[in-house]
């Protein structure tokens, strides 16, 4: 059996979440932080997006000393407070968090020296559980049409759709060692922070859901590489407001978001695009001369 090494990763790591009437489950996140030891004071960034409910005002009270808090003044969704907060971070790894998450233990160093080691590791995916332990799949490939069919209707309850649905959730890698996904949940993932600047960081355009599909897409466009590490265990207090119904708000948004993706990268019909044929789409959709900047609201 390979003995684990102990040589400290050279690379430096800090914390990013983005807060919108999450108090108590953002203090909790930070306290779970501080407590393993997986980030010192300084180098954890809040974001509040404006939350309506002033907790944003209530954090800088709440939260330990050294901690930092930014108030933004716009909710400008999830992407745009992760690209706040990676701006102001000076570490070479940023962890993106929900504030409905919390570590158990420290394993992270795993994940930095993993950085340390793949010079062309963009993005590292952490192992999301839920509080009774079990597995929420947080790795995935990209979507095709048939994929979405077979998780938002009935069909996923026929066999082959049903397979479907497990190639697309990644099933049979969650062992433990590190493996390669098209993607990983926004709920708890490390960044390189000079690859996520160099790729243009999040799409503003998404105010939420898919801004991480993107990201990845475009971390392998760029030459990047997406893994996920089953070794180190995030627990998420997971509510799925995406699929609470397609006329739902939540829903529409969820909508929106994948037409954008999808204008973005090509539309899936029948199987899983390619990371060649990601890489073609974006390069047409780049030089459409009325398309939004990346990083700008639809509309804007």
């Known amino acids: ?35 393993h030891g997986v980030a010192a004071a300084a180098d954890i960034v809040v974001v509040d997006n404006a939350s309506p409910d002033g907790s944003g005002a209530r954090l800088q009270a709440a939260l ?18 992760v690209n706040l907060g990676v701006e102001a ?14 570590f158990k233990r420290n394993d992270v160093d795993t994940i930095r020296r993993l950085f340390d080691e793949q010079a062309r590791l963009g993005v590292a995916g952490l192992r999301l559980i839920n509080p009774d332990g079990s597995l929420q799949y947080s790795a995935r490939r990209f979507y095709s049409l048939p994929d979405i069919l077979a998780r938002r209707t009935l069909l996923g309850r026929w066999g082959p759709m049903r397979a479907r649905i497990d190639s697309h959730l990644l099933k049979r890698e969650w062992s433990t060692e590190p493996f390669e996904a098209d993607w ?5 993932f490390v960044v390189r922070a000079s690859a996520f600047r160099q790729i243009g960081c999040m799409d503003e355009g998404y105010f939420l859901y898919f801004e991480e599909v993107d990201l990845c897409a475009r971390m392998w466009v760029n030459g990047w590489q997406v893994l996920a590490v089953p070794s180190v265990e995030l627990v998420h207090e997971h509510q799925r ?8 708000k939540s829903g529409k948004t969820h909508l929106r978001s994948m037409v954008r993706f999808f204008a973005k990268f090509g539309v899936p ?14 390069a047409r959709w780049r030089a459409e001369p009325s398309k939004p900047a990346l990083g700008q609201q639809p509309g804007n």
């Not at 003995?3 to 953002?26: K, R």
């Open 241 to 248: 407001h995406s699929a609470a119904g397609i006329w739902s």
């Open 64 to 81: 330990p000393e050294g901690v930092r808090v930014l108030l933004s003044t716009r909710n400008g969704g999830f992407g745009a407070g």
């Open 269 to 282: 019909w029948v199987t899983r695009p390619s990371r060649g044929g990601l890489a073609r789409s974006y």
């Open 184 to 188: 990983v949940m926004g709920t708890g």
């Open 89 to 102: 971070s000076t570490t070479d790894l940023v962890l993106v968090l929900n504030p409905d998450t919390y």
């Open 1 to 35: 059996m390979p003995v684990a090494s102990t040589t400290t990763p050279a690379s430096t790591l800090g914390v990013v979440i983005v807060n919108y009437n999450t108090l108590d489950l953002t203090v909790n996140c930070v306290a779970s932080l501080l407590h």
